[in-house]
């Protein structure tokens, strides 16, 4: 029997630690790979709630913003949430004075709008719509102060409930004075094309609006419309070609802004027309975001917010941006106000002093 | 001395052999990582993809239409130049309401996709589109896969429209949502208000034949999968019915396409997790991979959308179906715009 001499034992043991150390790198190589090909991942965009961001640059009043079903007011350079996420409240407008404001609120199956203070707390609902029979409910969105605080106008599916499929909106005016008159309805709109929707009053009492209509091509479209008084006196102010939508009024009501959409491209830009309170003057994009959404203009009228993703892209959450002398022959060009956020894209924000 | 000192070799070879196995021990292992990232992509591609499955049998013949043994068709690699490929994107109903395999196909979109030149065209078939289907029998164009499955679908297509289907891709409710979802959501930019007091509850209640009340609203905004489903499913409350759900579903399509431009190789596994039982395609694993890039390389005008509309078909009632009886002559021009001489 022969005795392994101990250098060689030593040897071995060494060899046997290397080798056990080459096994441990392995593996650690084996779950770099796979650790490293997931940082290989396109970043998920990241949102964080407004109360936890600032935003660029501030802005001067009080600007309303809604994400995931929570009214935000900006100010100072501050964001301070008002009310939700409970009652996934959106589409804020502020009456004149900017003491109240009045915003949806909507269910799976109704919306409601619905009176608050400045802080965002509960004054009384204006338009109910809620009703435990499916078919009774009603959708209503976009709600509009008049100019001088007397009423409210919105947008409100006008169904038949023994008409089926029926369900487009039709712009309704009702008071705020008394507020138990019953509801005006101001349009008629086009059976199955979704309607008429976001309304803004004119000063002089008529009314300016998006009309749907799909043409003969089977194209579905949108026309800013204008309407003197209720149930007619109407005309369009824009062409099918350009689908324009989400009208915003120049304090002065001779500007007004829009968004005209490619359908086929899905793409949307900002647009601006110069208004005589009948006629609009020629559409000027005014903006390079191609996804732009819900203009709103400042209270002192030198310049627009409006909503797109970051980067003036196709892609991502919808950001805040202010665009600066939008009726100037050559705009500035548009600077992103607030980073990583979501707002609802649908929601124009208000704007007061 | 040739070859050295055999006492000297030895430990040189010994040396040398450990190398390489060590080596190769890292290869495995990197491998294996590799492996168990890429896992939930080879868990889908072994359940989903592969080779057509031949036609189901009929649960039971009804609209005239009866069944018989369906066609096969082979794999073929994907074709990268000037020619192009077609594939026959189906969705439908996957919920309770169906006898699992035998399910109505909602929508079915013809792609043709030329990467040579970054082009791809759309073709939507309205699924009441009166047709012969390849199982025999004539009825709706949307009872082909539940007669046939996606063979028989695929050979309907072929032999009505002339045109050559080189791949198919089926994608249940769940499946769209959860793709979209993992994509991290996408930016539509609805072309209406869609309104729709009859849309179905199959995905969100207990009651598979309920309905719920729905409102998109229109214009630029950012939906996740269960949001971007209602639009691009309602078909109620607009004057066009189907028609209408086409074109939104095509845009829903194009919605995607530009997020998936944001995705590279390694987001593939988080993708296939969620589409696990809710896609079957023949196109394989790498050929999925390889639309990648073509998909960031598309640009946004790229992309060419066409629904059919009258004089396409003519709406008829047939027995107790409203359906579309087709205008061939006219189809025949718009697929030979399209997708070329068949």
């Not at chain 1, 995931?68 to 409240?89: D, E």
């Not at chain 1, 976009?142 to 409930?161: C, E, I, Q, W």
């Not at chain 1, 138990?180 to 979704?194: D, E, K, S």
């Not at chain 1, 689908?243 to 009024?249: G, I, T, V, Y």
Request: aromatic residues 6%; glycine residues 10%; hydrophobic residues 40%.
């Amino acid at each position: 029997m022969s005795v392994r001499p101990r250098r060689t034992r030593s040897a071995g043991r060494r060899q046997a630690l290397v080798a056990l150390g080459l096994v441990g790198l392995m593996a650690a190589f084996g779950l770099g790979v796979y650790l490293g090909l997931g940082t290989l991942q396109s970043k998920a965009a990241q949102v964080v709630k407004p109360t936890d961001t600032r935003p660029a640059f501030t802005l001067p009043g009080t600007i309303i913003l809604a994400q995931h079903g929570v009214l935000y007011q900006l100010r100072n350079g501050k964001f301070t949430a008002l009310i939700g996420p409970a009652g996934n409240w959106t589409q804020p407008a502020l009456l004149p004075g900017g003491q109240r404001m009045i915003a949806v609120s909507q269910t799976g199956r109704h919306s409601t709008i619905t009176l608050l203070d400045a802080n965002g707390h509960v004054v009384r609902p204006l338009v109910a719509t809620g009703s435990p029979l499916r078919v009774d409910n009603h959708w209503t969105f976009y709600p509009r102060v008049t100019p001088n605080g007397t009423s409210v106008f919105y947008a409100y599916d006008l169904h038949d409930p023994y008409a089926g499929y029926l369900v487009d909106f039709a712009i309704m005016e009702r008071s705020l004075i008394h507020p138990a008159a019953p509801a005006v309805q101001w349009t008629i709109p086009n059976n199955y094309t979704g309607g008429d929707v976001e309304p803004a009053a004119l000063a002089n009492g008529s009314l300016l609006y998006a009309k749907y209509n799909i043409d003969a091509a089977g194209h579905s479209f949108s026309q800013l419309w204008l309407q003197t008084k209720p149930g007619g006196g109407g005309g369009p102010l824009t062409t099918p070609q350009a689908n324009c939508s989400e009208p915003a009024l120049s304090p002065t009501q001779t500007e007004v802004a829009m968004v005209c959409a490619d359908n086929q491209l899905q793409v949307s830009r900002l647009e601006v027309a110069s208004f005589t309170g009948g006629k609009l003057g020629p559409l000027r994009v005014v903006s390079p975001s191609i996804l732009a959404a819900s203009p709103t203009w400042a209270p002192s009228g030198n310049g627009l917010i409006y909503l797109a993703p970051a980067g003036n892209g196709r892609v991502g959450p919808f950001q805040l941006w202010w665009l600066p002398n939008p009726t100037a022959a050559r705009p500035s060009a548009p600077k992103q106000v607030t980073q990583h956020l979501d707002l609802t894209a649908t929601s124009q924000p208000a704007w007061g002093n | 001395m040739r070859g050295g000192d055999p006492e000297a070799i030895r430990p040189r070879r010994r040396t040398g052999l450990l190398v390489l196995l060590t080596v190769l021990g890292f290869v495995m292992s990197g491998v294996g990582g590799a492996v168990a990232y890429f896992l939930p992509v080879i868990t889908t591609a072994l359940h989903d993809t592969g080779p057509l499955p031949g036609a189901l049998p009929s649960p039971k013949a009804s609209a005239g239409a009866h069944s018989s043994p369906g066609p096969t068709v082979q794999i073929k690699p994907l074709p990268t130049g000037k020619a192009g490929f077609t594939v026959l994107l189906l969705g439908s109903d996957n919920d309770p309401k169906f006898v699992a395999g035998h399910i109505l196909t909602q929508s079915m979109i013809l792609v043709r996709v030329i990467p040579a030149t970054h082009q791809v065209s759309m073709l939507s078939i309205p699924r009441d589109l009166w047709v012969p289907l390849a199982t025999g029998g004539t009825a709706k164009i949307d009872a082909a896969y539940a007669f046939g499955g996606p063979a028989g679908a695929i050979q309907t297509v072929e032999q009505d429209f002339h045109v050559h289907v080189d791949y198919y891709a089926w994608i249940g409710l769940q499946g769209l949502v959860g793709l979209i979802n993992k994509i991290g959501g996408i930016n539509i930019v609805a072309q209406m208000p869609v309104l729709d007091n009859y849309y179905p509850a199959d995905l969100t209640g207990h009651n598979p034949f309920a309905y719920q009340r729905i409102c998109v609203l229109p214009g630029p905004q950012r939906v996740p999968g269960a949001r971007a489903l209602v639009y691009a499913r309602s078909r109620h409350g607009s004057l066009l019915g189907d028609i209408a759900r086409n074109k939104r579903q095509q845009e829903v399509l194009v919605d995607i396409k530009a997020q998936a431009k944001t995705l590279g190789i390694a987001d593939i596994p988080r993708i296939a997790s969620s589409l696990s039982g809710e896609i079957h395609t023949d196109l394989g694993l790498g050929q999925v991979a390889s639309l990648l890039p073509l998909a960031r390389a598309l640009g946004s005008g790229s992309v060419h959308q066409v629904v059919m509309l009258p004089p396409d078909y003519t709406p008829a009632t047939i027995g107790s179906q409203q359906v579309l009886l087709p205008n061939w002559t006219a189809i025949d021009g718009v697929v030979r715009q399209l997708f070329g001489a068949p």
